[in-house]
Structures are given as structure tokens and as C-alpha cells.
């Protein structure tokens, strides 16, 4: 009945099956029923071990959530997807398997493949890119570098979960052409190209059915057309039906131990409601799941521990790929920087390059076990005799974050009786045991957790201290109670608390240097008020509010005595998190003003931007040069350092574009009307929107196209290429292939390289109007087709002076269209423009393509 042959994938099949037949229908259903945050129930009779799921994506965080159980943290996903490297992608997947084996976890909950519809997504840095093609592509390499390593994945969030805003309630209204063409697209890309493990549902709902119960997209898109075998799991505390689950094809609810499975599936069952052949069709998926996953007895593995990938050294990959993925968007000449010609020194500026923003917020969170923040990174890259200042400029947190630098921190676990129970290290004051406890506490007997220790003081002043979280607390600071009462926190995101709106308590002054004791006593609110059973809190705290321009001031004097100035400016955690969306694109604080006056001091101005999204850089045509450096990971300082000096040239092109100012952005609403979010600019998201806006006549426009700060593809290397030769071979339109385009390139500067080829496709038609921007006018036979696409890309690198050849396939899905009426696609004949181009915005070289 199933079509896997005669290998070990039907021996797994064949094992599977007979642990079916074996479960009863209790069995089953509490099968495919989380029995904990984070893991299913092991089932003893048919040897069946507990399987276990944990966030993804930059690192594993195992169950626990503590510093106590470090992991490798990786750059953000817009980093990887800005190497645009399938192979990098990879290689990160194997070194996540690595750490997922070293911390007993099976499925590794990513990668996100949700698009960028709108730069204000708050989760815009967990995801890839706004285009479908490249996000399949760097999502395909990630998923078998995973699995390469025996570990599953959950592809991320089907579908439709394109921004925060009313996550769990949200109706999408897609277009069904906008759906295939765009949201769709990675996940079958992935699909087809990676086989993955599983799959996780969404909150949302799209076009009026959740997304953990819609039968059409997940029974007969993803499993019917693509013939996807793996798991559905629902995104945490989304299913909220036990029929409309079940029918909806959807196999585990996640988290335990409530859940709408497992008693309440047999009794849907028992009752008629529901027939018993969906459940074991779930079951049979799950089982399947745990096979291959090795957890099944009698049946091998998928991957072998003989057949896993050699060990990775996490901090050398985390190093690579941060500086790969940096892109260089300005650049007068001034980098790389020569490390031996550096009179008067260099100047350090802004509280990113001492506390680097490595991560963002929600459950993509990691402890590494170290960080090197750019200062340290430099500090360590410069020659000795080279004068290292620093001033911090602006600071760009409005509020207060976590406990960070100086604090010392453990959580103590007490039952009623004031007994201790547990303890685990919290360096940063945040506690978020989700599930898991740590050793010896449990949920019954818990009654308090205080957060105490010590706290060092970088600089003398009113620090000022706060919580977050919902239940009673207690924050004393070097003797003094500065709050003792409860918090009730209003909202219905269940995780809110943990990346919630922070409260400040009070201040105390303290001495640079002088330790004090600092404790925060918590009383969680009973595990029977809360959806899930969870202690989330933080200790928060604010460095001594300094007067704004004083501050500036510091830093324009550390500038102007420097030969060059880094600046490195950055959002925050209350910018760009999980659980909700950003309002603006601006720096936040007085960083704007900060990068203006060093500038206006010192020519040799180099801007850091630290942020996983885009942000707005209104100074940026007065600045010798800049570096998106993205969330770069826990080896932060050390790969910017490797940029900066040269030692590695900065290989990251733009996964999406950025614009100007957000009211540019092609989508800048992400917040629904009674419950409904309409996608309205149906296949017009990122360059896309850009094109068509640019081949508008002017007066059927208010005001001329405003072009983006930086177009999708851009980014600078340190040398130079000629594209030299283009030649398009048909492909073999059956195997999914429309074309194979060979590119011949040459470095025609002074240092080797790397550069990533891209191809647009466009179809031809009538020549452009006078003063058009290019020349692609939409398809004649489907004029609401995007004028341009990514149909390809691949990178070569090569030494000064030398010639490389590039050969990419493009996929026939480039020439197609989805037809509503016909619900299917379509080919679209006639002939189109291939172009080879450095990015969007540059295109070198082109041939025509015939097809059909
Ligand atoms: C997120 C998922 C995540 C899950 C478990 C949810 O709130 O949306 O991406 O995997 O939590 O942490």
C-alpha cells in the first residue's frame, strides 16, 4: 500500500505497520498527543521511545531553556538566506543534528519558510526572504543538512503566518494564484526536494479555516498533489477542535499534557464523531516519524550513527557563515580597513558593538555559552600598537531588557515551606522553563522562584530595575525593596510573558565596580490558571539614564580623535520579536542622530547594522560605508573583524529588498480588521511590487516611484566582476527543467572573490515606454504576472584575474502560472529575456530564451 520499494525506507514501513497493528485505539490517540511541552509518551509494548521536539532555528535549545545547557548559536535566517548558499545552508542543518543528538532531541522545530510579505513581520529575521524561490532554496539545503544527520525537521509555519499581529485568530484572506505562487511555494519546493520529516500548522487560519484543521491545503495540497509523507504538527496550542483536527489532517497537538487528542480523541471516536481509520492514519505517520528517527525498536534508523555526518566545530561554522552573510551596501573605499595604516586609531561607537544584539526574541531563542561582541572582536583582530576607543553613544533601549552584564544570577526553586527543591544558573535574570523543570522541582510542590545573586556595575549611577511576567513578586537591590505586590498581565498570547511589556520598579544608586545583592522572588500564578505549565519571569534592568547629548557629545569626541570610526547601531527586543509586530522601521532611540554627527566628524564612517530586519538609514548617503551584519550569531565580533580587516570578504547579496522608508514597503499592513488580514496586493510583494510600480506611466501616478534604499540581490565584495558570456541550452521540460543557463565571469579585480550569479527571467513583449525604468513589460498572455523573477542563482569564487563558469537550471514553475479557473498550472509560451545580473538593480548580461 505504500510506494517505498524495497529498501530500508520498506522495512520501516513494514516495522511500522506492525506496531500499528499491535496499538489499541487508547494507544493510539494518546500517541499522537504531546504528553509534555516538548515530547510524545513513549509506548513500551511496541518499543516505541519518547520522542522528543525542540526550537530551531539558529540552535537547539533542548529542553530546558538555560544557561545552565548551553547550544551553538547560529546567525539569524535572513543571515543564511543572505549568503545565498543552499551548500552553507547545509552545513549549518548537520552541525544543528549534531547539537540536537547532544541534547537528546529528535525533531528540531524549523526551518521558518514564511516570506517576508511586510518588513513590520516580527518575525521577519526567523524567516528567509521575500522571494518563494530563494526561501525554497536555502530552506531545501537547511532540511537536508538536518536530516543528513538523522534528525527531523517541521517546515514552518503552513502556511501563511507572514506577521504576529492577532497570531492565534488571524484570517488570511490569500488569493488562491498569491497562495501557489508565493506562500505555498517553499513549502513544495521543500517537499519535493528534501522529503522532509514533518510539517508544522500554523495558528492563523487562512481564508476562514485554521490552518490545524484545513483539509484542502494540508490533505489534498500537501499530501495529495505533493505527496508529502511525513508529520503535521500543530504550532503550540494552536489545535483547538479535536474533529476538526483530525479531519484536517492534522497528527500531533502539541504541547502536553492538554491537549485535543489523546482522551478526547477516543472519546470523539467512541462517540461516532470521528472514524477510526483517520486516527490511524495519524498514527501510522507518527510512527513512521519515530522510525526514522531511530526510536522504534527492531527497525534501523534512517541515518546510522556510522552514516552521520563527521563532527562540526560549531564556533568556526557560526564564525563562517556570520561573515558570509554580512552584506556591504556602501562602500567609498574605505574597507577593507589596513590594519597597519590606521594613524590615530579606531573609535568603537554605539551599545551594540559592548553588548551585541546576537539573537531575536520568542522561541528562537538560545544560550550560547559565550558571545564575542564586536568590541572584543576588533579589540582582539587589531594590531597592539592600534588605539582602540569606545563611547556608547546612544542607547537604543527605550526600556528595560533583561539582566545583562554584571549580573550574576541562579533561580532557586522553594514548595510552600520555603524547602529548596532545584536551583539552575540564570546569568540574565530570565527564567522560561517551558515544560521541562529543572532537576528535583516539579509543578505540585513548586510555590516560589527567586532569581538572586549578585550584580557588578559597569558604570557609578541610578540603575534602575523591574520585572516582567504575571504573579507575585518581590525585587530587593542591595538591601532596598523597590517592589512587593503582584503583576496581573492582560493578554491572550500564552507566551506573552515571556516577551512581554517590562515594568520598572525603582532605582538605586550604585558604584562602578562594587558588587551588591540582588534577588527577584516570584510566586507564579497555580499551573491550573495557565494553558500550558510554564514559569516565565525576568529580572530587568536599565543602565543610569544618561543625558542625551552628553552622550553624543562623548562619542563625537571619540570620533573625531580616530582614523576611523564603527559604529554599530541596532534594534532591540521590544523591536523585533515573536508575538507581535513592529509600528515603524526606525532605529529606536537617538541612533539616527548618533551615525549623523560621527559622520559629520569623521570621513572614515563605517556602519554597523546589527538588526534582523530591515531598518530605515537616513544617513546613508553620508557614510563611507555599510555593513548589515543581521542577528550574526554568538560569534558576532569575530566574523565582523574578519570583514572589516579583509581577512574574509563580505559575501552576503540582499534576500529582500530594502526600502527607503516604510511607507515605500509594498505591504505595511499587518494589522487585521475583525479578525480578517486581506492579502490585497495579491502576487505584488517585495521586488515584485517594486517592478510593476516602476513600469507605471508617471501620470497615472501621485507621486514618481520611489526606488528602494537597496534592491533585492545587492551586496559588494571587495573586488570586482566582469560577466563575460551567457548561453541558454533548453531543459528537459518533463524532469521540471526549463532551461540550463551557463555564465562566464571573470574577476577583474585586485583580490580574489566570490561571486553569487543571479538569474531574472522576464518574459518580452512591446518595447518599454519612453523613460521606463526597464524594460519588462508584464507577459502578453497573463499581463498580472510580475515582470521579473529569481529563476536561478549559483556562486563561484575565483582569484584575481581569473575566469569561472556557473551552470544553474532554471525550474519550468519559473514559465508557469497558476490558473485559478482551471486550478492548476499553466505554462506561459513565447519568448523571454534571461538576465545575469550582480542584483536586481544590475544586470550585466542576456540572452533570450524560446519557450514552448
Ligand atoms: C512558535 C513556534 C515554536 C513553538 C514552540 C510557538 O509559539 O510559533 O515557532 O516552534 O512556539 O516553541
Redesign the pocket.
Known amino acids: 500500500m505504500t510506494p517505498y520499494g524495497q529498501g530500508p525506507d520498506a522495512e520501516r514501513e513494514r516495522a511500522v505497520e506492525a506496531a500499528l497493528d499491535t496499538l489499541d485505539l487508547a494507544a493510539k490517540a494518546r500517541l499522537l498527543a504531546g504528553q509534555d511541552m516538548w515530547s510524545l509518551p513513549a509506548l513500551g509494548e511496541i518499543g516505541l521511545g519518547s520522542l522528543v521536539m525542540s526550537?530551531?532555528p539558529i540552535g537547539v535549545r533542548g529542553r530546558r531553556w538555560t544557561a545552565d545547557d548551553p547550544s551553538v548559536a547560529l546567525p539569524s535566517p535572513t543571515a543564511l538566506a543572505a549568503t545565498w548558499d543552499p551548500g552553507l545552508a547545509r552545513r549549518a542543518g548537520r552541525l544543528l543534528a549534531q547539537e540536537a543528538h547532544r541534547k537528546g532531541v529528535h525533531v528540531l522545530?524549523a526551518p521558518t519558510v514564511n516570506l517576508h510579505r511586510s518588513p513590520l513581520g516580527g518575525r521577519h529575521f526567523e524567516a528567509y526572504s521575500e522571494d518563494p524561490y530563494l526561501t525554497g532554496e536555502i530552506g531545501t539545503g537547511y532540511v537536508l543538512g538536518v536530516q543528513d544527520g538523522g534528525v527531523g525537521v517541521t517546515v514552518?509555519?503552513f502556511v501563511g503566518n507572514d506577521a504576529e499581529t492577532e497570531r492565534f485568530t488571524v484570517d488570511n484572506r490569500i488569493g488562491a494564484r498569491a497562495l501557489r505562487e508565493l506562500y505555498l511555494a517553499p513549502f513544495e519546493a521543500i517537499v519535493a526536494q528534501a522529503r522532509p520529516w514533518g510539517v508544522m500548522a500554523a495558528y492563523n487560519a487562512v481564508d476562514g479555516v485554521p490552518m490545524t484543521e484545513h483539509d484542502a491545503l494540508v490533505n489534498g495540497v500537501l499530501r495529495g498533489e505533493w505527496g508529502f509523507d511525513g508529520v503535521v504538527v500543530s504550532?503550540?496550542l494552536a489545535a483547538r477542535s479535536t474533529t476538526g483536527a483530525i479531519r484536517g489532517g492534522l497528527d500531533i497537538a502539541m504541547p502536553g499534557p492538554r491537549t485535543v487528542y489523546g482522551e478526547a480523541l477516543l472519546a470523539a471516536v467512541r462517540a461516532g464523531e470521528v472514524p477510526e481509520h483517520l486516527v490511524d492514519a495519524a498514527a501510522r505517520r507518527v510512527l513512521r516519524l519515530a522510525a526514522r528517527a531511530g526510536l522504534l525498536a527492531g527497525t534501523p534508523a534512517a541515518v546510522s550513527v556510522a552514516e552521520r555526518p563527521p563532527g562540526i566545530d560549531g564556533e568556526a561554522l557560526a564564525r563562517e557563515i556570520a561573515a558570509r552573510a554580512c552584506v556591504l551596501v556602501r562602500n567609498d573605499g574605505l574597507l577593507p580597513l589596513a590594519a597597519d595604516a590606521l594613524p590615530g586609531g579606531v573609535a568603537v561607537i554605539g551599545a551594540a558593538a559592548r553588548d551585541a544584539r546576537i539573537l531575536g526574541g520568542g522561541?528562537a531563542q538560545v544560550f550560547p555559552d559565550h558571545v564575542v561582541s564586536p568590541l572584543d572582536g576588533l579589540r582582539a583582530a587589531l594590531p597592539a600598537g592600534v588605539p582602540l576607543g569606545y563611547a556608547l553613544g546612544a542607547d537604543p533601549g527605550t526600556e528595560l531588557s533583561a539582566a545583562g552584564p554584571g549580573f550574576a544570577l541562579t533561580a532557586v526553586a522553594r514548595d510552600a515551606e520555603g524547602r529548596e527543591l532545584g536551583a539552575e544558573r540564570m546569568p540574565d535574570g530570565q527564567v522560561q522553563w517551558l515544560g521541562e523543570l529543572p532537576e528535583g522541582v516539579d509543578y505540585d510542590r513548586l510555590h516560589t522562584v527567586e532569581s538572586a545573586g549578585t550584580f557588578t556595575p559597569r558604570v557609578s549611577g541610578a540603575h534602575r530595575f523591574g520585572t516582567r511576567g504575571t504573579g507575585g513578586f518581590r525585587l530587593t537591590v542591595a538591601g532596598r525593596v523597590l517592589f512587593d505586590g503582584r503583576q496581573q498581565d492582560e493578554h491572550d498570547d500564552p507566551?506573552e510573558a515571556f516577551f512581554g511589556r517590562p515594568t520598572e520598579r525603582g532605582t538605586v544608586e550604585l558604584t562602578a565596580g562594587e558588587p551588591v545583592v540582588v534577588s527577584l522572588l516570584h510566586t507564579p500564578p497555580k499551573a491550573v490558571e495557565l494553558p500550558i505549565q510554564a514559569v516565565g519571569f525576568a529580572l530587568l534592568h536599565g543602565e543610569p539614564e544618561r543625558d542625551e547629548e552628553e552622550l553624543l557629545d562623548e562619542a563625537v569626541a571619540v570620533a573625531r580623535a580616530a582614523h576611523t570610526a564603527v559604529v554599530v547601531v541596532a534594534t532591540t527586543e521590544r523591536v523585533e520579536s515573536?508575538g507581535f509586530d513592529r509600528t515603524d522601521l526606525r532605529l529606536p532611540g537617538r541612533q539616527d542622530d548618533l551615525v549623523a554627527r560621527v559622520a559629520a566628524v569623521c570621513p572614515r564612517t563605517v556602519v554597523i547594522v546589527n538588526s534582523g530586519a530591515p531598518v530605515e538609514l537616513p544617513w546613508r548617503e553620508q557614510v563611507a560605508a555599510i555593513l548589515l551584519a543581521w542577528f550574526p550569531g554568538q560569534e558576532a565580533g569575530a566574523a565582523l573583524a574578519d570583514v572589516l580587516l579583509g581577512a574574509v570578504e563580505p559575501g552576503g547579496r540582499l534576500p529582500t529588498t530594502w526600502p527607503a522608508r516604510l511607507a515605500d514597503a509594498p505591504v505595511t499592513r499587518v494589522r487585521p480588521t475583525g479578525g480578517v488580514l486581506p492579502y490585497d496586493e495579491g502576487l505584488f510583494i517585495g521586488y515584485r511590487s517594486w517592478d510593476r510600480r516602476s513600469q507605471e506611466p508617471a501620470s497615472a501616478q501621485l507621486a514618481p516611484p520611489a526606488p528602494p534604499a537597496y534592491a533585492f540581490g545587492h551586496g559588494l565584495g571587495y573586488t570586482e566582476w566582469t560577466y563575460e558570456e551567457l548561453s541558454v541550452e533548453p531543459g528537459d521540460m518533463e524532469a521540471g527543467v526549463l532551461a540550463t543557463v551557463r555564465v562566464t565571469v571573470r574577476n577583474s579585480g585586485a583580490r580574489a572573490g566570490r561571486e553569487v550569479v543571479q538569474l531574472y527571467l522576464a518574459p518580452d513583449g512591446e518595447a518599454p515606454a519612453e523613460g521606463l525604468e526597464h524594460p519588462h513589460p508584464a507577459h502578453p498572455a497573463d499581463p498580472e504576472r510580475p515582470v521579473r523573477r529569481l529563476a536561478g542563482f549559483g556562486s563561484v569564487t575565483a582569484p584575481p584575474g581569473g575566469r569561472a563558469e556557473v551552470l544553474v537550471p532554471i525550474p519550468r514553475r519559473a514559465a508557469e502560472a497558476w490558473d485559478e479557473a482551471a486550478a492548476g498550472w499553466r505554462l506561459l509560451p513565447g519568448t523571454y529575456t534571461v538576465t545575469a545580473a550582480h542584483s536586481l538593480a544590475d544586470p550585466r548580461i542576456a540572452a533570450p530564451l524560446r519557450v514552448g
Do not use: I, P
Request: proline letters at 0%; zero cysteines; a negative charge.
Open positions: 526550537d530551531g522545530l514552518k509555519h504550532d503550540w522561541s507566551f515573536e
